[in-house]
């Protein structure tokens, strides 16, 4: 009898989100957030279109 397993179907790989972690100061983290707050964008939203837009991805 094949066991079942819980919770969603594995994502092919090329599909999975990777994590991509940063140190940064207080100041540092303090200045995205403020940006992030005048765009109107959580801070995560705000950094992955910066990035992405002075990189040859976007």
């Known amino acids: 009898m094949k066991r ?3 919770g969603r179907p594995k994502l092919p790989e ?3 989100k990777q994590v991509f972690t940063l140190r ?3 100041n540092e983290k303090e200045a995205i957030a403020t940006a992030a707050n ?3 964008q959580k801070p995560r939203e705000w950094a992955r279109a910066v990035l992405l837009a002075n990189s040859a991805v976007a």
Request: aromatic share 0%; charged share 35%; no cysteine.
């Open 4 to 6: 079942t397993t819980l």
């Open 14 to 16: 090329d599909e999975t």
């Open 24 to 26: 940064l100061s207080a």
């Open 38 to 40: 005048k765009a109107k």
